[in-house]
Nanobody, 125 residues
Framework: VQLLESGGGSLQDGGSLRLSCVVT?????????FGWFRQAPGTEREGVAD????????RYTNSVRGRFTISRDNSKNTVYLQMNSLKPEDTAIYYC??????????????????WGQGTQVTVSS
């Protein structure tokens, strides 16, 4: 499984971005759950959101709930993270991840087996 993120960039406080993660796999995309993680300099990787195999369940960490939306298009082999009302504290490298099981809690890195290289998001005040 290969994951390629895109859509990062630099923008002002309050702006929006949509990250995309194109997935290359030999099996249907519905075989995997997906998550978005982020890591700011000097901090640990943090789980942001994840979505179940069929897309019917999505979960968010408290700091982004109501501002971010994770979605998936299995027909396009793509996972998205729509980010609205961005804040400087959202500045980080954002990573897409794929896993075979939907864990008990959002943002647990050990639930995911495959990772992308990341895309930088920088929000200035």
């Amino acid at each position: 499984v290969q994951l390629l993120e895109s859509g990062g960039g630099s923008l002002q406080d309050g702006g929006s971005l949509r990250l995309s993660c194109v997935v290359t796999t030999g099996v249907p995309l519905s075989s995997y759950t997906f998550g978005w993680f982020r890591q700011a300099p000097g901090t640990e990787r943090e789980g942001v959101a994840d979505i179940s195999k069929g897309g019917g369940v999505d979960r968010y960490t408290n700091s982004v709930r109501g501002r971010f939306t994770i979605s998936r298009d299995n027909s396009k082999n793509t996972v998205y993270l729509q980010m609205n009302s961005l804040k400087p504290e959202d500045t980080a490298i954002y990573y897409c991840a794929a896993g075979r099981q939907f864990g008990n809690t959002v943002g647990r890195a050990s639930d995911f087996d495959f990772w992308g290289q990341g895309t930088q998001v920088t929000v200035s005040s």
